[in-house]
């Protein structure tokens, strides 16, 4: 099992930026296929974006798509997610997840998870 930490929420602005960082354990991360997920008060779990293995394919959920960016540090075991331009909607827990997979279309529930990042964007 891969061990996942998440870092970087906080509390901002309305346009402003965070950077979100997910820490693992294990050499073998870098050929897991890595994602973002996250929970509004009162919401269910949402994907937010994807990356491959190699970060050669990334995948955003629309509300996110040009403001958001998703990208991995395989010597570092690390995996980013730059949030620009926040909304209050964005605000959520934001959790780190891991496929035991090259690639995160294949088939099968993410195997590894962190405790998650409180993100709150005020306007």
């Known amino acids: 099992q891969v061990q996942l930490v998440e870092s970087g929420g906080g509390l901002v602005q309305a346009g402003d930026s965070l950077r979100l960082s997910c820490t693992a354990s294990?050499?073998?991360?870098?050929?897991?296929?890595m994602g973002w997920f996250r929970q509004a008060p009162g919401k269910e779990r949402e994907f937010v974006s994807s990356?491959?293995?190699?970060?050669?394919?990334?995948g955003y959920v629309d509300s996110v798509k040009g403001r958001f960016t998703i990208s991995r540090d395989n010597a570092k075991n690390a995996v980013y997610l730059q949030m620009n331009s926040l909304k209050p909607e964005d605000t959520a827990i934001y959790y780190c997840?891991?496929?035991?997979?090259?690639?995160?279309?294949?088939?099968?529930?993410?195997?590894?998870w962190g405790q998650g990042t409180q993100v709150t964007v005020s306007s």
């Open positions: 997840a891991a496929k035991y997979t090259m690639h995160w279309d294949s088939s099968g529930a993410p195997k590894s």
């Open positions: 294990g050499r073998a991360f870098s050929v897991y296929a």
């Open positions: 990356i491959s293995w190699d970060g050669g394919s990334t």
